[in-house]
């Protein structure tokens, strides 16, 4: 089986493809209130283009693939997508992020088309403030795509919250107590300095070390060990039917772990999240580039993988705020 190492030993084996920058909804650390510029619809990958970049990034290593946006549910068609992934052998793991607005409609269909998992990004559980956050969205909607993504079995569900101090740190217990009772892997990500600048602030940052004390307060929690934990620290309460995950990507940063790379919609390779180098995959294919060429991009763009962010934030010390070309609706979060 081929193993791809980068300069720095990591084994790159998994790629997160964001298929569209559309979303249907307007989070206010994400996008203006008048939404973005969107990429020109003869510009975004066609399914098949993207197919075919798997399955050339499968033959060199690439075994797990993330489906990101934008809000991936709003382009037309997922399942088939993941149908055409499901197709390529080596790949042994598909997942989607999704802000679950859509999932109702489609958790059964992803299911057959062979999706294994979903995650589902939420950042609050109280109706009004959800609709503030997201400018309109609708919490009931993300309730029933939950409780049908977990019917049509795709497991497990995640839930992932990004606590921010002054908008939503105060619903950290809440979530918490969420797997209690339910088999969700509720998952608390650091927020970073990148999205709308206006919304960032570094007193708005919660490190890890403090979400958890807040999580510790409703009870003991003890660590447990997942097969598929990734970036992830996972803990459980006694006796609790979920698990709480914290993802530290400022205060614990995990790049030397790192095993990604990321295909934006529009066709170009991005090495690390954190930096502006891209390679133009899109183009070769559409001036007929052989396999051999496409999978040499592929191995171009993990030998120029940086070593990591260096938003070096010792004792929660973080740099500036991080000024991309792209917003992240562009990049796939
Ligand atoms: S910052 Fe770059 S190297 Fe670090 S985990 Fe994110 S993508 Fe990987």
Redesign the pocket.
């Known amino acids: 089986m081929t193993v791809l190492k980068d300069r720095f030993e990591r084994t790159i084996d998994y790629m997160r493809i964001s298929v569209t920058d559309r979303c249907n909804l307007r989070c206010i650390y994400c996008m203006p209130v008048g939404g973005l510029p969107p990429i020109e619809h003869k510009e975004i990958l066609r399914y098949e283009e993207i197919a075919q970049i798997i399955s050339t990034a499968a033959r060199v290593g690439v075994k797990k693939i993330r489906i990101t946006g934008g809000e991936p549910l709003v382009r037309r068609n997922i399942p088939h997508l993941v149908k055409l992934i499901r197709e390529i052998g080596c790949i042994r793991d598909v997942s989607l992020t999704t802000n679950g607005i859509l999932l109702e409609r489609y958790a059964d269909a992803l299911a057959e088309a062979g999706l294994n998992r979903i995650n589902v990004s939420l950042d609050s559980l109280r109706p009004d403030r959800y609709r503030e956050i997201t400018r309109g969205g609708d919490l009931k909607a993300v309730f029933r795509g939950l409780q049908a993504a977990e019917k049509a079995g795709l497991n497990p569900v995640k839930i992932n919250m990004v606590p921010i101090r002054g908008v939503n740190d105060d619903e950290i217990s809440d979530f918490s107590r969420m797997t209690l009772g339910s088999p969700y892997q509720v998952r608390f990500i650091e927020f970073m300095p990148f999205g709308l600048r206006e919304t960032w602030a570094t007193e708005k940052f919660i490190p890890s070390e403090e979400i958890r004390s807040v999580a510790e307060k409703i009870g003991t929690l003890r660590p447990v060990v997942m097969k598929k934990a990734g970036p992830a620290r996972y803990f459980k309460y006694g006796g609790a039917a979920g698990v709480l995950g914290f993802i530290s990507p400022l205060s614990n940063?995990?790049?030397g772990e790192?095993n990604?790379l990321r295909l934006t919609a529009d066709g170009k390779l991005r090495p690390?999240?954190?930096s502006e180098t891209e390679i133009d995959i899109r183009s070769a294919l559409r001036s007929g580039a052989s396999d051999a060429e496409i999978e040499r991009l592929i191995r171009l763009s993990i030998e120029v993988k940086?070593e990591?962010?260096n938003m070096q934030i010792g004792n929660t010390k973080i740099r500036s705020f991080r000024e991309q070309t792209r917003q992240m609706s562009k990049i796939g979060g």
């Open positions: 940063h995990f790049c790192c990604r690390c999240l954190f940086p990591g962010h």
